[in-house]
């Protein structure tokens, strides 16, 4: 789950972390309202989960009330890389002379979370990872231990940050180790740590994404988890508790196990068709499973045409065919095409029993994905 | 042969009275599989799945002399289920469990370090040798005794390409789900080195997916020490970078590592041959045979 | 640093483990208050730190009003193992059927914490451990990893306890463990855990020691640390900063370093004579610290004769001595008599400088030692 | 020849800038002692007892090619400063510093077990092979070159037997004080082990004392291991139960365990003679060669 900047940067706050002044509006009078307090300059910063917002003109930089309001104009409601722009930041513009990165992530490879620091901040950090790794300093945290205060100041000095400020960075990235900790967070970033003239540190963007299994003990952070969803599909899922991802094609794709939908996905584009979304359903496939996936895809007004693959394993086909019947029950008509293939034990049983009235039925799954793309076409011609 | 598993397994269930774990415990007896215990706090002295069951796992180790486990445990207790199987120096662990918190399995693969005990998984179906043990939720009637060796990340996956394998009269030494999360027991590499050394292995299938690079680093270790013969899956070629899919691991990052087409560039680099469908994958099997 | 049972019972009540209903009383009308209050069966129990209270008779059960006011009249005041007992805690009575031992302490040989559970409880557990060591089941915990929730229930398992109460003797073994770490206890012991006759479990005695080391980062248990002392001249020693134990002896003892005192100690025995107490004033020997030594051991009625050791080391045997005689300057006359040995660094400059008016000086810590002993045997004679 | 340091020892002095660590990081080098570097945070850049100070350990070895750390750092952050030490791949660390909590200390071992880096200490004077090197803040002039190892809990009494040697004429191949803390790196079977091994040590000098059962174990190793004869020393026989002696290891529990007398039987059981005061302990080291 991605915390929006606003929420990531009032934990840091909470924490101890300074960060610029700032309030969020939703209007443009609200902006305006916030840049009057805030005063010149003030950064307006679109609140949405995308990568290089400032490059894609998502955040602008106002020097006086005009510029402010014609960029809380331009920013609020616009297209950010296909997520609508509802909400900005307008925070005090901090006058820097220098720009840092500090980040805190897990090494899936060492299994172990990882601080990382670099003098080059303010920048794209994927592109001075690719091209000057050694620009990043890196320290593996043993998670048994937790972060040895060492490891803070040395992760710093390796990165070369300056000595006057050497201490104050330290202690943020030991802060934000604990957040990272404390939060379940699977990511923390902060890009850039500015530093002042007068020598001051300040957390300018803040980066923070929780580990969605975690959930369970951060009922806190379970709180943000509505205002995080950015698309009422993916907020439905959410309540339904599925696995789901929203993509730009129009065939929807029902099925069981990640692994499977992927491949599924995977086939729909490599038999010329494009995925609208990743949608696991999980074990089972019980008929209120069923319905709401169902729902899920039909009142997705991208999907032109349906395929639902089942590879029954324990469950068997019958039983899903049973699910899936149960579940058309209330439909005289579907109102897109949908292709279902059952696979695994008793599944010709299984899809002699499906409601061939509404669906169609294949027996691979490369017919079945074949025939939704087909059928996608068709829909759309 | 096989790898890992075999008859002389003793598996004890953890979390044996719940739900799920009683069945597929049953399941897994039905199967054939050696199952002599159970184990969950406070039910010591029960019976389930017609097994007797023990508070600790410690004592159902000492009871019944099992040496493997699976566990079957929600995720907040789950990272404490395999800290309990750890210490009791068992050969294997299987962990079922899908959605344990990934700082959890930071600390559990710390400990992982220190004892000789391999975990597979956790977010796994677990491990069959066809014909003579089953650990974990996979539907043993479509797996068949033969010699293909197959590693996996995922479940119904694993399912299709073992489908369409027994489908041409394929069978399997091992299959083995290593799981779907970020952080696991037992890698791509140590399936493979395990398939490498097991002399009824001829063949080995490897499907990937998104995320992380041990498909990468398994490329190499294939390239550089595998004779057997490996044909290649990866899931998630459409996948968008930043979206977590299904899998807690399966996620392309946003500096676009652990995309399918890096994996599959591994895997070609080191002379395996990767299937663009689960067909695909089995006509290459069968081409190795 | 050990806290007395009611401290440890406040700390382990506000951690959620039950304790019986208890005041703490300085005197008899106190006491009856207390036990008005409380009701029949009331335990009367000496706060004093002293292993045994109850075989010693400084623990009494009351069952009415005559004999709560004869037991609190006997416990007040009374000298337990050499300790006047000042405060009683009057206590609710448990109606119980079963008695554990549960404990965690630091095992020096495996540098580990290690929880220990007993359904031998209630007795001396020392004599358990010496006897039948199987009757108490051990389980080590990882410092780094902190306590798994498996390890408190698989010792209590282990020791074979009750299954309908294992779950709430395992829940606090679990908060014992969680009040080890939080407050750098070297150990805590509940000896009884009773079982009530409806099933409840009740912690009925605390045992609860600080690492006096980690006091620095325990605000709150520093607090209570001139409540733990129970001798003026160990409250002394502690604002001095001095290692001090008050022994029986009459030979009063200074010096520096651990062992060295110790052995210093060990040598007035070895030569006939009892030390009189366990004075480290560590390194150097700076004049205000040997004067402060000096107060020590001359306000110490017990001591007759002083021997004063002192190795020099990196501190030069000129500059103790003249540290020794900057103290002695406000001395006409020494009220007991002192033998000083300096050894080391420039040792014989300084015993040339010594104020032999005052000191008896000797060259090796054997005739030192021998003298204070004569000196001692004289003044008692 | 010597154990643990010589003249190729190459030292860092963590916390140079303090009061304590320049005044004997000063002392070390006129003793002869090769320290090459100093580490405090933020006093990278600066120079300390004639030697740069680094930020880190990691830089100040990365330099100045050090293999030995001697700590002089505050109880408060002393652990975290060990830590950093352990994480340099050093051949040894000496942690001087008194006070350190146990709990830190318990956190500390299980790092220890991790590494192969040599902690001596905490709460220790440190170690000297005369003539060569010093690390720690023992009184170098009272040690003398020759043929005799020390090994001892404490610091002062340390210096009481060596004296005592010295007068006598009888020098040292490297005196180790381990520390007199609960939970130490280096124990009496570390250096003992290491004196045996050592062809220039031709008797040893054990100086235990109350609390633990080191001294046991190490009595049992000498029975069992040790042709070099060994003469010991127990501090504490009056000491009452339950009471710390100055070192907070210095306790005899409350069951009585840890107890000088059990030492001095341990000692005697391993033929091991325990001297009454520091001269006896001197004679029989003199009737040893």
Same mark, same amino acid.
């Given at each position: 789950?991605?915390?929006?900047?606003?929420?990531?940067?009032?934990?840091?706050?909470?924490?101890?972390?300074?960060?610029?002044?700032?309030?969020?509006?939703?209007?443009?009078?609200?902006?305006?309202?916030?840049?009057?307090?805030?005063?010149?300059?003030?950064?307006?910063?679109?609140?949405?989960?995308?990568?290089?917002?400032?490059?894609?003109?998502?955040?602008?930089?106002?020097?006086?009330?005009?510029?402010?309001?014609?960029?809380?104009?331009?920013?609020?409601?616009?297209?950010?890389?296909?997520?609508?722009?509802?909400?900005?930041?307008?925070?005090?513009?901090?006058?820097?002379?220098?720009?840092?990165?500090?980040?805190?992530?897990?090494?899936?490879?060492?299994?172990?979370?990882?601080?990382?620091?670099?003098?080059?901040?303010?920048?794209?950090?994927?592109?001075?990872?690719?091209?000057?790794?050694?620009?990043?300093?890196?320290?593996?945290?043993?998670?048994?231990?937790?972060?040895?205060?060492?490891?803070?100041?040395?992760?710093?000095?390796?990165?070369?940050?300056?000595?006057?400020?050497?201490?104050?960075?330290?202690?943020?990235?030991?802060?934000?180790?604990?957040?990272?900790?404390?939060?379940?967070?699977?990511?923390?970033?902060?890009?850039?740590?500015?530093?002042?003239?007068?020598?001051?540190?300040?957390?300018?963007?803040?980066?923070?994404?929780?580990?969605?299994?975690?959930?369970?003990?951060?009922?806190?952070?379970?709180?943000?988890?509505?205002?995080?969803?950015?698309?009422?599909?993916?907020?439905?899922?959410?309540?339904?508790?599925?696995?789901?991802?929203?993509?730009?094609?129009?065939?929807?794709?029902?099925?069981?196990?990640?692994?499977?939908?992927?491949?599924?996905?995977?086939?729909?584009?490599?038999?010329?068709?494009?995925?609208?979304?990743?949608?696991?359903?999980?074990?089972?496939?019980?008929?209120?499973?069923?319905?709401?996936?169902?729902?899920?895809?039909?009142?997705?007004?991208?999907?032109?045409?349906?395929?639902?693959?089942?590879?029954?394993?324990?469950?068997?086909?019958?039983?899903?065919?049973?699910?899936?019947?149960?579940?058309?029950?209330?439909?005289?008509?579907?109102?897109?095409?949908?292709?279902?293939?059952?696979?695994?034990?008793?599944?010709?049983?299984?899809?002699?029993?499906?409601?061939?009235?509404?669906?169609?039925?294949?027996?691979?799954?490369?017919?079945?994905?074949?025939?939704?793309?087909?059928?996608?076409?068709?829909?759309?011609? | 042969?096989?790898?890992?598993?075999?008859?002389?397994?003793?598996?004890?269930?953890?979390?044996?009275?719940?739900?799920? %774990?009683?069945?597929?415990?049953?399941?897994?007896?039905?199967?054939?599989?050696?199952?002599?215990?159970?184990?969950?706090?406070?039910?010591?002295?029960?019976?389930?799945?017609?097994?007797?069951?023990?508070?600790?796992?410690?004592?159902?180790?000492?009871?019944?002399?099992?040496?493997?486990?699976?566990?079957?445990?929600?995720?907040?207790?789950?990272?404490?289920?395999?800290?309990?199987?750890?210490?009791?120096?068992?050969?294997?662990?299987?962990?079922?469990?899908?959605?344990?918190?990934?700082?959890?399995?930071?600390?559990?693969?710390?400990?992982?370090?220190?004892?000789?005990?391999?975990?597979? %998984?956790?977010?796994?179906?677990?491990?069959?040798?066809?014909?003579?043990?089953?650990? %974990?939720?996979?539907?043993?009637?479509?797996?068949?005794?033969?010699?293909?060796?197959?590693?996996?990340?995922?479940?119904?996956?694993?399912?299709?390409?073992?489908?369409?394998?027994?489908?041409?009269?394929?069978?399997?030494?091992?299959?083995?789900?290593?799981?779907?999360?970020?952080?696991?027991?037992?890698?791509?590499?140590?399936?493979?080195?395990?398939?490498?050394?097991?002399?009824?292995?001829?063949?080995?299938?490897?499907?990937?997916?998104?995320?992380?690079?041990?498909?990468?680093?398994?490329?190499?270790?294939?390239?550089?020490?595998?004779?057997?013969?490996?044909?290649?899956?990866?899931? %998630?070629?459409?996948?968008?970078?930043?979206?977590?899919?299904?899998?807690?691991?399966?996620?392309?990052?946003?500096?676009?590592?652990?995309?399918?087409?890096?994996?599959?560039?591994?895997?070609?680099?080191?002379?395996?041959?990767?299937?663009?469908?689960?067909?695909?994958?089995?006509?290459?099997?069968?081409?190795?045979?």
């Amino acid at each position: 789950m991605k915390l929006h900047e606003y929420q990531a940067k009032g934990i840091f706050a909470d924490a101890g972390i300074p960060v610029p002044d700032s309030q969020l509006a939703e209007s443009v009078e609200e902006a305006l309202d916030a840049v009057d307090e805030i005063g010149y300059p003030a950064a307006i910063k679109a609140q949405v989960h995308v990568g290089g917002r400032g490059k894609a003109g998502g955040i602008k930089i106002a020097t006086d009330r005009d510029e402010a309001e014609t960029y809380a104009e331009e920013i609020l409601g616009m297209d950010l890389k296909g997520y609508t722009v509802e909400t900005v930041l307008v925070e005090s513009g901090v006058d820097f002379v220098d720009e840092l990165y500090v980040g805190v992530t897990m090494d899936r490879g060492e299994g172990k979370p990882v601080l990382m620091v670099s003098t080059e901040g303010g920048v794209d950090i994927e592109e001075v990872a690719a091209e000057s790794p050694d620009a990043i300093a890196r320290e593996h945290v043993d998670p048994a231990f937790g972060l040895h205060p060492y490891q803070a100041r040395k992760v710093v000095y390796n990165a070369g940050v300056d000595a006057d400020v050497a201490g104050d960075v330290a202690s943020i990235v030991s802060t934000l180790y604990d957040l990272y900790e404390a939060n379940d967070a699977t990511e923390i970033e902060v890009n850039p740590v500015m530093i002042t003239s007068d020598r001051d540190v300040v957390a300018a963007d803040a980066v923070m994404n929780i580990d969605e299994d975690a959930l369970f003990r951060q009922p806190k952070l379970a709180e943000l988890e509505d205002e995080a969803y950015e698309d009422d599909l993916e907020r439905k899922a959410g309540e339904y508790g599925f696995d789901y991802v929203r993509l730009s094609g129009n065939v929807g794709i029902i099925g069981n196990g990640a692994g499977l939908v992927m491949t599924t996905l995977d086939l729909v584009d490599y038999y010329g068709g494009a995925p609208a979304n990743f949608l696991d359903i999980g074990g089972g496939a019980k008929a209120e499973r069923v319905t709401n996936a169902l729902d899920m895809v039909f009142s997705d007004p991208n999907v032109d045409s349906v395929v639902f693959n089942i590879f029954g394993g324990i469950t068997r086909g019958d039983e899903v065919a049973k699910g899936i019947n149960e579940a058309l029950s209330g439909y005289d008509e579907l109102p897109k095409p949908v292709v279902v293939r059952l696979a695994g034990t008793n599944a010709e049983e299984g899809m002699e029993i499906l409601n061939t009235d509404l669906l169609g039925v294949e027996k691979t799954l490369e017919a079945a994905v074949q025939r939704a793309v087909e059928n996608a076409k068709e829909v759309s011609a | 042969m096989s790898i890992f598993v075999d008859d002389d397994t003793r598996v004890v269930v953890q979390g044996i009275t719940g739900g799920e %774990g009683k069945f597929h415990a049953e399941q897994m007896i039905e199967y054939g599989t050696n199952v002599v215990a159970g184990a969950v706090p406070g039910k010591g002295g029960q019976e389930a799945a017609g097994v007797p069951v023990y508070d600790t796992v410690d004592a159902a180790v000492e009871a019944e002399d099992a040496n493997a486990s699976v566990i079957f445990v929600p995720p907040a207790f789950a990272a404490d289920a395999i800290f309990e199987a750890l210490d009791t120096d068992l050969d294997l662990a299987v962990a079922i469990t899908e959605g344990i918190p990934t700082q959890d399995m930071a600390k559990v693969n710390k400990r992982l370090g220190e004892t000789d005990t391999r975990l597979l %998984g956790p977010n796994c179906p677990g491990i069959i040798t066809p014909g003579e043990a089953k650990l %974990g939720i996979l539907p043993g009637n479509i797996f068949a005794d033969g010699n293909v060796g197959l590693v996996s990340r995922s479940g119904t996956l694993t399912y299709q390409v073992v489908d369409n394998l027994t489908e041409r009269g394929i069978g399997q030494t091992t299959a083995i789900g290593i799981g779907g999360d970020p952080i696991i027991g037992t890698s791509f590499i140590d399936a493979l080195e395990a398939f490498e050394a097991d002399t009824e292995t001829d063949a080995v299938v490897m499907c990937g997916e998104i995320g992380g690079e041990d498909e990468e680093q398994a490329a190499r270790f294939i390239g550089e020490h595998m004779d057997t013969p490996v044909a290649g899956f990866i899931a %998630g070629r459409t996948a968008p970078p930043g979206k977590r899919m299904g899998h807690a691991g399966a996620i392309v990052s946003g500096s676009g590592t652990g995309t399918a087409e890096s994996k599959i560039d591994a895997l070609n680099d080191a002379g395996v041959p990767v299937g663009d469908t689960p067909e695909e994958v089995a006509d290459h099997i069968e081409s190795f045979l």
